[in-house]
Nanobody, 115 residues
Framework: QVQLVESGGGLVQPGGSLRLSCAAS????????TDWYRQAPGKQRELVAT???????TYADSVKARFTISRDDAKNTVYLQMNSLKAEDTAVYYC?????????WGQGTQVTVSS
C-alpha cells in the first residue's frame, strides 16, 4: 500500500529557510510525478511545485525563485527547499502522488512564518 510521510515543518522567521521531506513506501518516486500543495486557513488549496519522473520542475508564481523541489531516489524521498520565507507562505503543506489511478496524499506538515 502506498504511504506518504511528510516532515520538516515548523516555525520560522521571515526570510528564513526550511526543507520539507516526503518519504514514500509502496511506490517509487522515480517512476511518478510528485506535487507539493499548500492550504492556508480560509484559502483554496494551491499547487506549489511539481517534479516529473524525468526530473523537470515547475512552480507557482508565488514561490518561483524561492522554492526548489527535488528528489533523492536512493532515499525514495521528495523535498521542498523553501528559502526567503514570507508570512504569506504560512500553510499546511502536502505532498501528492498518483499511483494505480489513485491520488495519494501525505498527512500534511504545518509551516508557520512569523516573527
Amino acid at each position: 500500500q502506498v504511504q506518504l510521510v511528510e516532515s520538516g515543518g515548523g516555525l520560522v522567521q521571515p526570510g528564513g529557510s526550511l526543507r520539507l521531506s516526503c518519504a514514500a513506501s509502496g511506490i517509487l518516486f522515480s517512476f511518478r510525478a510528485t506535487d507539493w500543495y499548500r492550504q492556508a486557513p480560509g484559502k483554496q488549496r494551491e499547487l506549489v511545485a511539481t517534479i516529473t519522473r524525468g526530473g523537470s520542475t515547475t512552480y507557482a508564481d508565488s514561490v518561483k525563485a524561492r522554492f526548489t523541489i527535488s528528489r533523492d531516489d536512493a532515499k525514495n524521498t521528495v523535498y521542498l527547499q523553501m528559502n526567503s520565507l514570507k508570512a504569506e507562505d504560512t500553510a499546511v503543506y502536502y505532498c501528492k502522488v498518483r499511483a494505480l489511478g489513485t491520488d495519494y496524499w501525505g498527512q500534511g506538515t504545518q509551516v508557520t512564518v512569523s516573527s
